[in-house]
């Protein structure tokens, strides 16, 4: 059966995304690549429509969200820019000395666009849940600002000579402590990789997973990947027993 058939019949895609992962530079031959793409749209259709779903229903409890930006990486939800296939080519070519950008967040800045659910403390300084770590990924234009700035990869080289088993990155969202307004470690970043590839690790974030995998991690807790934990002593469950029954698993 192929994977997108097994995906749309309801198998858990954690196991479908592992079959296609063993694949490696495999994935992307022809004779694969079709259904695996396929996997990919469905995969982040979803997580559009997902994410509309959580807005929608932040904003009815009155979830203080960003209102006023000086850039798109400040828009809580933002659809795919009209010269994306533009900025993603400018990208490639930023970080080719460094290697290539993983599929998957190249399908993420077509399907999706950008999101940011962070709280704005300027609006309300108390939030309602505490390192909840609400999803952001910033968008395609300020990436490729960064990366087209010369200091990106001379800074980039000088970590990577420091620490040869470092891998080279992109800078996506802050980590959960600095969207609590308060000190934090570094940002959560995607792995650029050798060679090809459908998905990357999505370093810094606590789960120590894929990109892909950390989105459904989001999606599991409702656009809250750090909401369940005891320890945050978070009253997240009318919330959850609202949004969650709407969404679709990725």
Known sequence: ???????????????????????????????????????????FNRVAYNLNIIFEELNDIGYAFKTE?????????????????E??????????????????LKMFYKIVGACNFGWDFKREPKMFW?????????????VVSEVLNNDWKDYLSEVIEEDPSQFPYLELAADYLHKDNISGGLPYSIQITKEKAIDSLFLNEPN???????????????GFSRITKPENENRYQEFFEKVKPRLKMI
């Open 208 to 222: 120590k997973t894929t990109f892909i995998d950390y989105l459904r991690i989001c999606m599991e807790n409702c």
């Open 130 to 142: 505490d390192c909840a770590d609400p999803i952001q990924i910033c968008s395609l234009d300020d």
């Open 69 to 85: 930006f000086q850039f798109n990486f400040e828009r809580p939800l933002l659809k795919p820019l009209p010269n994306t296939d």
């Open 1 to 43: 059966m192929k994977f997108y058939d097994r995906y749309i019949g309801g198998e858990d895609g954690r196991s479908i995304y592992n079959d296609i992962y063993d694949f490696g530079q495999e994935a992307f031959n022809a004779k694969y690549f079709d259904d695996i793409q396929s996997v990919l749209v469905e995969t």
């Open 87 to 104: 900025l993603l080519i400018k990208l490639d070519e930023a970080v080719v000395d460094f290697g290539q950008i993983p599929y998957s």
